[in-house]
């Protein structure tokens, strides 16, 4: 039997951590599944479920159990348009946008023809 995973939360342990650091908890929250995709996919709008759902390409399941860990954690929101990034997220989506650049360079320089 599959056991719940807790959302992650400050001061408690974490996964690898036991101090429950923010960084740390930041850290197991966004290497979750589809937690970075859901944020990415975001970024310029708001979504319905079943539009978020397609574009993560991800299960209804997983979907639900990911928007509750980031509603609960303050970087997502849902109104009656659907789901989008609250402030918070909104800042954790423009530090993602340096590292969405220097991916794509990271990419360009190891392309290989086949």
């Not at 923010?22 to 319905?48: C, F, H, N, Q, Y």
């Not at 978020?52 to 849902?78: F, I, S």
């Amino acid at each position: 039997m599959k056991t719940k995973a807790r959302v992650p939360s400050i001061g408690r342990p974490v996964r690898g951590s036991k101090t429950g650091r923010p960084i740390m908890v930041a850290l197991d929250l966004l290497g979750r599944r589809s937690a970075l995709r859901v944020i990415w996919e975001l970024r310029d709008k708001t979504l319905t479920f079943r539009v978020l759902q397609a574009a993560a390409d991800t299960n209804p399941a997983l979907l639900n159990a990911r928007l509750k860990e980031l509603r609960a954690c303050g970087l997502v929101l849902h109104d009656g348009a659907g789901y989008s990034l609250t402030p918070l997220g909104r800042e954790l989506e423009q530090l993602l946008m340096p590292f969405s650049e220097w991916a794509a360079k990271w990419g360009k320089s190891i392309e290989r023809p086949l």
